[in-house]
């Protein structure tokens, strides 16, 4: 183990909450933390106060050890609420509220969630009521307006006392007990709890904190959920408690309102996904996203076009990175300075991985991880609270890559994103790639379905209008991208969904691809002649048989007619002699 693995390793044998407070006398009470939304600014000491004082309220209306549902936007009142629980020994669970109540409903079964801390005001703003109605059958809610009402003078004591006794006043579970619970999208079944302890979360904001470089002055910007891993850990937590303001946002799809906030507050560090940052360019004005100095990507591959409209418009480099929330969730990053084309840069210290073989794929292999920030284990919906550790520490992330001698890291798809066509193996990712060179302001999707005679075929879904598979064709062929990488069809939409931390949602868009098919076949057997009725058929055929009958009749009244004519005098016996005489 080198130095940095150690490093990552001692550094994270503490609590979440115990770190956030030791990061708070480090860095100074009286520092900047947090701006809202609202630009309200808080400072360390606000943080520990008001999670101090909220630990009040939450802890007479749960138990200890509980595990507690979260579903606020990203803002200062979701961090809050998040280190309120941890400082009264609940375990906070965040929930995707974009994913429909069926689904919260299920990961709120597989935690073992009965109550859910919300706000009434966000439910409002965001148009939650009838998915509140619903969820509310399963849960009941717990929300801040109420809990700033309960708080008692025994609360304000708590306060006040908190941060200078925090081990008196504070829960301080161990390194390793859950410190908190998130859950898979649930695009390919039930979400699944993803179990991170307190060791998790700490080692991978070591394990980010020592691989990208931060200058002191940098300011972040976080619009990103932190009910997704990439925007708890890497866009909440990591600045906070390494010392930096982060500027908080509660959606990442204003794409309009972004670009003027990053201006506004300076930030010079933003976390995004590729989706959205380069929706954020398009709706920028030249020069109002140059305060920025990197964009931390994940979630998706980064395209060539977004790195480079950066780089051209607005002087700033894009690093991208690769995790899945198993890992808590950051695997491997480049690093300002050391961009490698086609890589995702090594991996963090202290993460161990290997690669096993794909069949009908030469290139890379299946990542298995194992280090410090990978989870205990998931929980399912089908044995509720059940945790289902891995196998001897190893993740298995579905995800195929290739690792060069130097380390470098190359993703090459997910595993149930590639397509059999023909006996090969076909990745989406090339499919969507190709399509973004060709039509780089456009946003393309690629899904599978079946093929009467090859299995399966790739449909691109697209939001260009105008999209034509012989320029796409032609793309690949001068690039050398084989012809199966090519879609069979395309389809147009005009919007392509993307889920609410910014990947494209593909069970959506193999939606569209299917009514896109059979909007094609219909329009296709419309512009057909019509068929005809069957007294319509009936009649052309005894029509047709009439006619073929008065056919007959003259051929053979013709024929007989020929046979009966005299013959002509030269053609007679002799005729010929005669004429000759004459």
Request: glycine share 8%; hydrophobic share 45%; net charge neutral.
């Amino acid at each position: 183990m080198g130095d940095a693995a150690r490093r990552v390793e001692r550094r994270s044998r503490r609590s979440i909450f115990q770190a956030f407070v030791q990061s708070a006398r480090k860095h100074g009470a009286n520092r900047l933390a947090v701006v809202d939304v609202d630009g309200k600014k808080f400072v360390y000491k606000d943080l520990m106060r008001a999670s101090f004082a909220l630990a009040g309220p939450l802890g007479r209306r749960t138990t200890r050890g509980e595990t507690v549902g979260v579903m606020l936007p990203t803002g200062a009142g979701i961090l809050i609420a998040f280190l309120s629980l941890l400082a009264s020994g609940r375990v906070p669970a965040m929930l995707n509220f974009t994913s429909g109540a069926r689904n919260l409903k299920a990961a709120a079964r597989a935690a073992q969630i009965s109550r859910v801390i919300t706000s009434k005001k966000f439910i409002e703003l965001a148009g939650l009521e009838k998915i509140i109605e619903e969820f509310g059958k399963a849960v009941d809610f717990i929300y801040l307006e109420d809990c700033r009402a309960e708080v008692k003078p025994v609360d304000k004591a708590r306060a006040l006392a908190g941060p200078y006794f925090p081990t008196l006043l504070a829960a301080n579970p161990h390194p390793d007990d859950t410190g908190v619970i998130l859950f898979t999208s649930g695009t390919e079944g039930d979400p699944k709890g993803v179990v991170l302890s307190n060791a998790n979360i700490l080692a991978n904001i070591e394990q980010i904190s020592q691989h990208v470089e931060i200058e002191p002055t940098d300011i972040f910007f976080n619009p990103l959920p932190a009910f997704h891993c990439y925007g708890l850990t890497a866009g909440t937590l990591w600045p906070v408690f390494a010392g930096y303001p982060v500027v908080l946002h509660p959606s990442p799809l204003q794409t309009k309102i972004i670009p003027k906030r990053i201006f506004e507050t300076g930030a010079s560090v933003l976390l995004a996904t590729d989706t959205f940052l380069s929706q954020y360019m398009r709706a920028s004005d030249d020069g109002a996203m140059s305060s920025l100095r990197i964009a931390v990507c994940g979630a998706e591959r980064v395209k060539d076009e977004t790195r480079q409209a950066a780089e051209k418009r607005f002087s700033f480099e894009v690093l991208e990175g690769y995790g899945v929330s198993e890992a808590a969730p950051v695997v491997a990053a480049n690093q300002p300075g050391d961009i490698r084309a086609g890589t995702v840069g090594k991996l963090l210290p202290g993460i161990e991985a290997r690669l096993e073989p794909v069949e009908g794929l030469a290139a890379g292999g299946r990542l298995f991880i194992k280090g410090p920030n990978v989870m205990k284990g998931y929980l399912s919906p089908d044995e509720p609270g059940v945790l289902k550790p891995l196998p001897e520490g190893w993740h298995d992330t579905g995800d195929v890559v290739a690792i060069d001698d130097e380390g470098y890291v190359s993703i090459r798809g997910r595993l149930k994103r590639f397509a059999k066509i023909g006996g090969e193996m076909v990745s989406l990712a090339v499919v969507e790639n190709c399509a973004a060179a060709v039509w780089p302001d456009n946003l393309h999707g690629a899904v599978i379905l079946p093929d009467p005679k090859k299995g399966e075929q790739i449909i691109l879904v697209t939001d260009r209008p105008d999209a034509d598979r012989t320029l796409l064709l032609a793309w690949a062929r001068s690039h050398g991208v084989p012809e199966i990488a090519v879609p069979k069809k395309i389809v147009s939409a005009g919007e392509l969904p993307v889920l609410g931390t910014g990947k494209m949602d593909y069970v959506a868009i193999e939606r569209l691809a299917v009514e896109g098919l059979e909007a094609a076949a219909m329009e296709a057997a419309a512009a057909l002649p019509p068929e005809p009725s069957r007294k319509e058929a009936r009649e052309a055929m005894r029509e047709r048989r009439e006619q073929e009958k008065r056919e007959a009749r003259e051929a053979k009244a013709a024929a007989k007619a020929e046979e009966d004519a005299p013959p002509a005098a030269d053609s007679a016996p002799g005729g010929e002699f005669k004429k000759a005489a004459e």
